[in-house]
């Protein structure tokens, strides 16, 4: 069988030396996530590995201190260069930009809730912050973890262990966070009976605090630390400013509503200003004013449009097949139950669709790389690429009954 050497260097953004002895594994995207090949960095950094000729994309993953960095190597690459930074258990200036609290559903006996963290890494010098409890987060009284999702400054989302710390109410992510921006989300359930009382805490200064609900519900507050903000994706907005570390701050919601589907109220990806943040997790961390206008929690809002997805797709079916998917970004859903009674199985045009976003999100951080496409196409397919997805994790794992 021919053979074709992938080449690279691995640059250690922490001391701005080469990465040496780091393991680099190539992994073929051809029919799966498979290893191609594997080796190591030598004293400058570089690396060789050799892989079975294919017309297949590939992923370079270094291992460096226990953290995984990936570059993509589309089709015909042979040269790929990896940046990683040291690991650290705590890193000094942790901004936490913003924090979201997210009303998904409330009905009669319970709600859900999706609490999203946006937090920049500005380490000096960059390190990423790793260990079992990478960050930690308090949720209410009977709070019942569904799932934890992440997403580092790649803007790829892929699902996080939530565990719980062994006090109270506190649980932590186990999830690198790199310098640049990290968005974490923690979705749970709480008992309800009509309304609720929330007292939250923070326990690092955030720029901006906001809290989403449908439209049906009614938010209440003492004082004027929440101001009324404008709506977004079809849901009521409220917005607390520099939040100073310690504060707690309350408020209380009552009613009964189910927050918008990607397609019901979200906002088109041609509406979003120029350059600024958009819907999906993915917004550049360079973009300007990332605060302003109280904009700041469409960065983490999962529920976006989802036409620029779905043209996505349409397109690229009408050129190419869709490649498999790479298992490194996984994307199922935490306690995910596709075969339960009713609902819909495992093997079924929907697991299919599932496959098809995830290769399609991967091929659109490609030909970004590659520069085939615009920047505005860019956002706008991972917009609606990124609702797509969550849409159908939400079917997945709660399908409609007969």
């Not at 989302?157 to 690198?176: L, M, Q």
């Not at 974490?184 to 009976?193: I, M």
């Not at 935490?334 to 999100?361: F, H, M, N, W, Y």
């Not at 490609?366 to 991972?382: C, F, L, N, P």
């Amino acid at each position: 069988m021919f053979a074709e050497d992938i080449k690279g260097r691995v640059t250690n953004a922490t001391t701005n030396k080469p990465a040496a002895g780091d393991e680099v594994v190539i992994l073929s995207l051809a029919g799966g996530m498979e290893e191609a090949g594997h080796g190591k960095t030598d004293a400058q950094g570089r690396f060789t590995v050799s892989v079975p000729a294919s017309n297949a994309p590939h992923l370079v993953r270094v291992i460096h201190q226990g953290v995984n960095y990936h570059a993509p190597a589309p089709e015909g690459t042979t040269s790929v260069d990896v940046t990683v930074w040291d690991a650290a258990k705590q890193v000094d200036n942790m901004i936490g930009e913003g924090r979201v609290v997210r009303i998904l559903n409330a009905g009669p006996q319970q709600m859900e809730i999706a609490e999203m963290y946006i937090l920049r890494n500005e380490s000096n010098p960059p390190r990423t912050r790793m260990g079992e409890q990478s960050f930690e987060v308090a949720l209410p009284d009977g709070a019942q973890v569904e799932e934890g999702m992440a997403a580092g400054p790649s803007g790829m989302p892929t699902n996080t262990a939530v565990s719980p710390t062994g006090k109270k109410n506190h649980y932590a992510f186990s999830f690198p966070i790199r310098p640049g921006r990290t968005q974490l989300q923690v979705t749970y359930k709480l008992p309800y009976n009509g309304s609720h009382d929330f007292t939250l805490e923070t326990d690092m200064p955030l720029a901006e605090l906001g809290v989403m609900l449908p439209k049906s519900m009614r938010f209440n507050t003492a004082g004027e630390t929440f101001r009324p903000a404008a709506d977004e994706s079809g849901m009521s907005v409220f917005v607390a400013k520099s939040v100073s570390a310690g504060a707690k701050l309350k408020f209380s919601i009552a009613g009964e509503g189910t927050a918008p589907t990607g397609d019901q109220g979200a906002g088109s990806p041609a509406s979003a200003e120029p350059g600024r943040p958009g819907g999906g997790l993915g917004a550049p961390i360079d973009a300007p004013d990332p605060l302003g206008g109280s904009r700041w929690y469409l960065i983490g809002t999962m529920a976006v449009v989802l036409a620029g997805g779905a043209f996505w797709l349409w397109r690229r079916s009408r050129s190419a097949p869709l490649q498999p998917s790479p298992d490194v970004i996984n994307f199922s859903p935490v306690g995910a139950r596709p075969g339960r009674a009713g609902g819909v199985p495992t093997a079924t045009a929907q697991g299919s669709l599932l496959d098809a976003i995830k290769d399609e999100l991967f091929q659109l951080e490609t030909d970004r790389v590659q520069g085939t496409i615009s920047q505005q196409e860019y956002e706008a397919a991972k917009r609606g690429l990124e609702s797509l997805l969550r849409r159908q994790m939400k079917k997945q794992e709660y399908p409609q009954r007969a």
